[in-house]
């Protein structure tokens, strides 16, 4: 084994040998301890050249992920280690892009592993074929029909807890691009037997097991069933769990799947029914019951579970009752009714149960090819995956084990005819230098089972037709007549068995040493079977059953299409479809995946040396190794050969005129390919080595890429050139066009100078004209107007002379009347005094002044020198006479009524006439001092003892003695002070203890000012350096302004001979010690009434409001 450790660059780190090719030495054992050493590694897989042994690991290897898919992507299959990932992706890849279809065939043992498999090819292939909502929907249809056809066609075996218990084969289409389509799938003959009956230690299939357990309350309710697993007769007790099996939850993924499928509500229920039924007809019992001609009846002893797979599947309970106790058998038109015993009632329910089962499994098959099915009718690429039971031996080994037994000969067959027979002699075929490679054929072993005349299938099939009593020991003798000198085959009566020491091979049996090791079969039921018969009763009464999906299922049952030819039995059946496949496969690039059990326990970790050198030696690899080494591993018919390689040589590219021989020849020579890699046959050219092959495939991809680069690069010329002769003549056209255009555009120019020269012209002309007719026409006008000219001095000298003639004409009127005059006065003159007009004219004025005056007389207004009444002017000439009359009658009036004043009225109405020139129309204080008369002492100091000092102190005349207010310069405050005004000075005296505080001679006083506004304050200003003005100006304020303004202006003008200065204004200033402060009236608010206040605002500025 030390030399097994060289590796080739090729298979780098690999453990033990990955192709077992390159094994040294090869034999038996070497080839048992590198498959050992893999596996104890996880290496299950491992190749003889191109062919893929797997090993079962029974655990989940983390070798199936998408980054493996990936690394295996694209990737030659030699290239990495082996995997079934490489497998797929070159039947994937040459069935794409070499247009060959494939298939895959899976072969071992039950539970080596097959099914698994082509799980994995399938979900390989599905992720790297294309992509696209539609290619993934087909994808998914055809992954999921694994789910739903496992649930109802596997079940846990001896050998396999999850044993296909059906052939399968299908096959995936692909467009031309690798697309997936759709597909095909054919199912091989359902173990249905199993429905009815498991060995010890097995289930029946997986479906019964999910419904119980995975449905819900309300689901199991419809379909009539119970959780319960041992009510049911057809569920075997003993193995009713399985371990790691998770029946509910595979429950869901069936549903699921079957949605995904595309099974409708309405037949996932009627499915589902169908199973409900099947699984209730095994608790239908039968009791005997005896007739009077002596014939045992059966009956059915609890009617309940038929009334309710009667409701189930809409049959009338009646005909299903008949069709168990009764057997019409009809022969030339003759019906003749047989009743059935109890045996007989049992056989015909489980006949029942079985074919409804697998007629259920076929219509599952066909519902499924219906959604999966191409929808296009284009050329299709098919793959076939091939996952069919594997070779099994059980205990009791029956009809099913030798069908399914058979079936595994038969690929055995395909396996050798095409990789060892064939590839010999295909050698010596064509002429190419071989030493033969003993191996075992089992076409011996097929000739037993299958010959038409001879074989085990005729035998059955000829027992079951021939009239008579046929029984299965019958048809064991038969055997042991014709097959008794077959190698193959041995029974206690046949030749081969007079030299058996084995007495263990019991009478009803016989054994056939397969391929894969002796089987041993029991003979009872072979017959049965093999007629597969329903009576025809229980057919009529499913076809009338008012469910659709039963209905279909029981075609025969339609009473007018009644056929009374016997139906092909199963075996033949079986045949017919067998041979078809192997057919279909010969067709197809063969890849083979053999799959080998590492043990019987279903246990991960063992390697069961002897169970692995069985499979290996039955198998038939150690051969195959030997041939595939002697020999060489391509081969390609010269013309596909040039076809596909003639790019690498200059001399067959493009074409090759000579024979494709000739050209592979010059085209292996011109590649440099040693001379020992390949040898010429006949019509072929053999490759020995995979590598060579591969280098010659890479050189093909690198000359393609190299091609298509040189056809883009053509491409891309032509693309060009014809891109830029299209543009060259789009460019003659837009320039065509645009020259038009700018043509159109010069014209267009052209004209319109033309027009605005011919406009220009045109309007000068009329111009011209214009003027001309104008010129005429002020010819015309002048020519009217100095007519009218003419026509008005004409007729103003007219009109003159009109004039002067109505002057005249007057004139000589006016001579005329003073002429008359004259001439009258003349003539009267000598009646009139000479100035007698003159008279009348005076006595006539005199007259009308008289009565003026008189009327005047009358018309007096009264002597108030107020009234301002005045009669109306009569006569005009006396207008100013008039108003002479009525200004004299006022001051006579007024002198009247000043003469009646005494001299102190007189005086008072001197002192207003002062205050009103003084004030009106200055203070608004004044109006309201009219009415008032001034008293001058309104204090009477000389009565009122308090003021004797005062009194005493002033010796002179009191003028004016009144209290007023002084107004306090540091708060604007008053202070009550008796105003003293005598001839000659002016005091302020202490109101309550009279007491002088300032006196100020008169001639200091030069002026007093005052607000124009409704306020009695005034300031008295004193002249600047006298004595008084020490203290500074008074500022005061008296309810009798107007009074004591007027006073002492007027004593002062009296006194001093002079006009005291009397200021109005609403703003002052008042000298107070050293300090000038200015007083400003402003309008105030009414809030204290109509008393003015005084505020001080600052140090200069005192603030009057006044209301
Ligand atoms: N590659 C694998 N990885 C992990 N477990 C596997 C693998 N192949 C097979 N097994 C395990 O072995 C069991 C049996 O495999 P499978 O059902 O494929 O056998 P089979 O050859 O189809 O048998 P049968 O002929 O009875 O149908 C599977 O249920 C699984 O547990
Ligand atoms: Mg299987």
Redo the contacts with the bound molecule.
């Keep these: 084994m030390a030399k097994m450790e060289v590796k080739t660059s090729l298979l780098d780190d690999m453990i033990g040998v990955g192709d077992m090719v390159l094994l040294e030495p090869l034999d038996e054992d070497s080839f048992i301890n590198n498959l050992k050493k893999r596996f104890d590694h996880n290496e299950?897989y491992t190749y003889i050249g191109s062919v893929v042994i797997?090993i079962?690991?029974?655990?989940?290897?983390p070798i199936y992920t998408p980054e493996k898919v990936e690394e295996y992507r694209n990737r030659n299959f030699y290239e990495l280690s082996p995997h079934i990932f490489a497998l797929s992706d070159e039947a994937y890849r040459s069935l794409r892009d070499q247009d060959k279809d494939q298939c895959i065939l899976i072969t071992?043992?039950?539970?080596?592993?097959?099914?698994?498999?082509s799980k994995?090819v399938m979900s390989y292939v599905a992720a790297v074929c294309g992509k696209g909502a539609e290619v993934n929907q087909v994808k998914e249809q055809l992954l999921q029909s694994n789910p739903v056809l496992e649930a109802f066609g596997n079940a846990k075996?001896v050998?396999?807890?999850?044993?296909?218990r059906f052939g399968k084969y299908m096959d995936i289409e692909f467009d031309f691009k690798g697309d997936p389509l759709g597909g095909v799938i054919s199912n091989y003959l359902l173990e249905k037997s199993r429905v009815v009956k498991q060995p010890r230690g097995e289930r029946n299939f997986h479906i019964f097991y999910q419904i119980l357990s995975g449905a819900s309350e309300d689901f199991l309710c419809k379909l009539k069933l119970e959780q319960d697993f041992s009510r049911y007769n057809y569920l075997g007790l003993d193995s009713a769990k399985v371990n790691g099996v998770d029946d509910a939850a595979n429950f869901r993924t069936v549903r699921n799947a079957m949605q995904i499928v595309g099974f409708m509500d309405h037949e996932t229920q009627s499915v589902f029914e169908v199973v409900a039924a099947v699984l209730k007809l095994g608790n239908i019992e039968f009791k005997p019951e005896s007739r009077v001609n002596g014939l045992d009846e059966s009956k059915i002893k609890d009617k309940n579970e038929l009334k309710e797979i009667c409701e189930l599947t809409g049959i009338d309970q009646s005909v299903l009752e008949r069709a168990f106790s009764f057997r019409t058998v009809e022969a030339k038109q003759e019906k003749v009714s047989t009743t059935l015993n109890v045996a007989q009632a049992y056989y015909a329910r489980d006949a029942l149960a079985k074919n409804l089962y697998s007629r259920l499994f076929s219509w599952l098959v066909t519902r499924i090819n219906e959604s999966i099915k191409a929808q296009t009718k284009v050329r299709k690429k098919v793959m076939g995956v091939l996952?069919i039971?594997?070779f099994e031996i059980f205990e009791d080994n029956s009809f099913e084990q030798f069908i399914i037994n058979y079936c595994n000969e038969k690929l055995q067959q395909i396996f050798i005819e095409l990789t060892l027979k064939e590839e010999q002699e295909e050698y010596i075929r064509e002429g190419i230098e071989w030493t033969h490679i003993e191996y075992f054929n089992n076409a011996i072993i097929c000739d037993l089972i299958e010959n038409n005349q001879t074989g085990i299938l005729a035998m059955l099939d000829e027992e079951c037709l021939r009239p008579g009593t046929v029984t299965d020991d019958t048809f064991l003798e038969k055997l042991n007549q014709v097959c008794a000198t077959h190698q193959h085959f041995e029974s206690r009566m046949s030749k081969c068995s007079r030299f058996l020491n084995d007495t263990t091979l019991p009478h009803s049996c016989f054994r056939i040493q397969h391929y894969a090791g002796k089987v041993m079969y029991q003979v009872e039921g072979f017959v049965d079977k093999n007629n597969d018969l329903l009576y025809r009763d229980l057919s009529q009464a499913m076809w009338k059953a008012n469910h659709s999906l039963i209905k279909a299922l029981f075609p025969e049952g339609n009473p007018a299409k009644i056929n009374l030819k016997r139906p092909p039995t199963a075996g033949s059946q079986f045949k017919a479809s067998v041979a078809t496949l192997m057919k279909n496969l010969q067709t197809k690039n063969p890849n083979y995946i053999r799959?080998i059990k590492p043990n019987d326990k279903?246990a991960a970790h063992v390697f069961n040396d002897a169970l692995v050198c069985h499979q290996i030696r039955y198998l038939g690899l150690l051969e195959n190794v030997r041939v595939r080494r002697a020999g060489y591993a391509f081969r390609q018919a010269y013309e596909p050969c040039l076809e596909r390689y003639k790019m690498l040589c200059k001399q067959t590219w493009p074409h090759w005129r000579g024979p494709a021989r000739a050209g592979v020849e010059v085209l292996f020579n011109e590649l440099e390919i040693p001379e020992e890699e390949f040898s010429f046959g006949r019509s072929k050219i053999f490759i020995r080595n995979p590598r060579t092959l591969f280098k010659l495939e890479d050189l093909r991809k690198q000359r393609l890429e190299d091609l298509a680069t040189l056809i883009e690069k053509i491409y891309r010329g032509w693309k060009c050139r014809t891109r830029f002769l299209l543009m060259k003549k789009s460019q003659i056209v837009i320039a065509s066009w645009y020259r038009r255009y700018a043509q159109q555009k010069k014209y267009q120019k052209i004209k319109s100078s033309a027009i605005i020269v011919q406009s220009y012209i045109r309007g000068w002309k009329a111009r011209k004209l214009l003027r001309e007719l104008k010129h005429q026409r002020r010819c015309n006008e002048a020519a009217t107007i100095i007519a009218a000219y003419w026509h008005g001095t004409q007729a103003r000298s007219e009109l003159r002379r009109l004039k002067e003639e109505a002057r005249n004409k007057h004139a000589i009127a006016v001579i005329w009347a003073f002429w008359l005059g004259y001439k009258v006065r003349r003539e009267y003159r000598k009646f009139f005094r000479a100035n007698a007009g003159r008279k009348i004219y005076e006595f006539t004025l005199q007259r009308l002044i008289q009565k003026y005056f008189l009327e005047m007389k009358n018309k007096m207004p009264s002597l108030s020198p107020i009234d301002k009444n005045w009669p109306a002017r009569p006569y005009l000439f006396l207008d100013s006479t008039h108003k002479e009359l009525k200004r004299i009658f006022h001051l006579w009036r007024c002198k009247k009524y000043r003469d009646q004043f005494t001299d102190q009225q007189k005086l008072i109405y001197e002192e207003k006439l002062e205050a009103s020139e003084l004030f009106k129309d200055k203070k608004a204080l004044y109006p309201a001092s009219v009415g008032q008369p001034f008293q001058g002492a309104y204090l009477e100091i000389s009565k009122n003892p308090k003021y004797k000092k005062l009194k005493d102190a002033v010796d002179e005349k009191i003028i004016i003695a009144e209290v007023v207010n002084k107004i306090n310069r540091a708060n604007g405050k008053a202070t009550s002070r008796i105003f003293l005004l005598t001839k000659n000075n002016v005091l302020l005296a202490d109101q309550k203890s009279g007491n002088i505080k300032s006196e100020v001679p008169l001639g200091d006083v030069i002026k007093v000012s005052m607000s124009s506004q409704n306020d009695g304050f005034f300031a008295v200003h004193l002249k600047e350096g006298s004595g008084a003005a020490g203290k500074g100006d008074f500022l005061l304020s008296s309810d009798h302004l107007i009074e004591m303004a007027t006073k002492l202006y007027r004593t002062t003008l009296s006194q001093t001979k002079q006009k005291l200065n009397i200021e109005i204004s609403d703003e002052f200033l008042v000298q107070f010690r050293q300090d000038k402060v200015c007083v400003k009236f402003i309008q105030g608010s009414q809030k204290n009434g109509n008393i003015p206040t005084c505020k001080r605002k600052n140090n200069r500025l005192l603030e009057v409001a006044v209301p």
């Design positions: 299950v797997s079962n690991p029974y655990r989940s290897l071992g043992e039950s539970g080596a592993g097959k099914t698994e498999a994995l075996t050998r396999n807890d999850n044993s296909s996952d039971y594997g799959c279903k």
